[in-house]
């Protein structure tokens, strides 16, 4: 977009003077200021959501506090594309900007910002953290420093159509080759009984970082690790890994079609939405849109934790964003208080009945107004207590690079150019330059 080259383009000519600060924020974000009460507190700058009810809602929480506390918040609207709020972020902080108090960032990105953002650790105390999914709370700790707290949570679930298993006296499968089998079975014959376009499986293939989750959880359930483990240790090349892939490209144009090696999300929700797939793996969004009226299989879906290997669990990627504090907030105290707030469990309770954003405090999944207006969350609270996260804390600012040279060893696996050891050993000897033998 020319607006973003222009605004970068103005970073780099004139970054030592904060003057320019401004003009990124003017040409990258709108501003609007939150009254509330007298106008004796702290004001605070707070980055949340790019666009619609994500931001709606996020507005109502900040303003609900500034009216409560007497402090101000002014908001930030940032680009919708997440690598462009990435690097907006990064060039904010990496300058010392005070101009943005509160972050909000994907669950990937604690490790690579880690450095500008204030350890909350003495702000919140055990009993706080607690009542977050552990592994949320835990890919929010950088070198025991804790960056970020847990907002909302997105996992990797299994979708599959419950009418045809029904009809064939499928059980909803359990491991990956029970999902195969039943997979074949009942692709074979819809296809015999007319349906000719049906598939067993979609997934996102893509060589992008969809396809990282995915084979993370391929590999983690099958008991391979995950790429890098939490000391830095590069774990990817071994045999239970090396299985799991030979085992999902054995999938491609037999019971998954050999297009989903360019699908993403919304290309697999489409060949599902169509009542085109048995089974499909994607976030929890997908299920509303694949429940509406003129979606083809509209009742007829239900949804579960994502299959295991021999030697695994069930695994599902963990995605979701969390609130983060700059370090060079000229308002530390109230911004913590702020973050604690949105992200506490009233709050969190607020977002989930009026936009579906799921929580990330556990006990929320027990509650009853919340099971009535949202009866997957109980399905849900099964999927977080296995969840597995990237290795995006431990690798840092790495991270990037190592989701990269990863998707790419696993799309040569499923494309057939390479076979899964040989692919996996490569990629250990990449991820070891990467390291250059240092910890990350």
Known sequence: MQWVTLASNIYFRASRARRHFRLILLAMAVVCALPAGPAIGAGIAIACGAVGVEFELCRQGAQAWAARTGHTVKM?????????????????????????????????????????????????????????????????????????????????????????????GAPVPQSWRQLTLIAREIQQAERAAGARRMWGFVWQGRAY???????????????????????????????????ALTQAASWVGAITPPGVLNYTEEEARGAFQAGDAVFMRNWPYALTLANRPQSAVAGKIGIAPLPHGVAGASSGTLGGSQLAVSRYSRAPAAAVDL???????????????????????????????????LPSLGELRKVFAGAVARPSAVTGRRYNQVSNEFWNAVHDVLSGRRPAPKSLTALAERLRFLSRGERW
Do not use: M
């Open 209 to 243: 970082e969809g396809l990282t989750c995915n084979a993370l959880e391929w590999i983690h359930s099958s008991g391979g690790g995950t790429i890098v483990d939490r000391v830095g240790k590069i774990t990817i090349d071994n045999r239970n890994a090396a299985q």
């Open 339 to 373: 973050v604690r707030t949105l992200t506490g469990p009233d709050e969190q309770r607020r977002r989930a009945i009026a936009g579906g954003f799921n929580p990330t405090v556990e006990r929320l999944y027990r509650d009853g107004e919340l099971l009535a207006a």
């Open 76 to 168: 930030i609207s940032t680009p919708n594309d997440a690598n462009e709020r990435l690097a907006l972020f990064q060039q904010l902080l990496a300058a010392r900007s005070p101009d943005i108090d509160v972050f909000q960032i994907d669950v990937v990105w604690p490790g690579i910002l880690a450095p500008y953002l204030t350890d909350l650790t003495p702000y919140v105390t055990d009993e706080e953290l607690a009542e977050h999914f552990p592994a949320l709370v835990a890919n929010d700790k950088v070198n025991g420093r804790l960056v970020a707290l847990p907002w909302f949570a997105d996992v990797g679930l299994l979708y599959f159509r419950r009418d045809l298993l029904d009809k064939y």
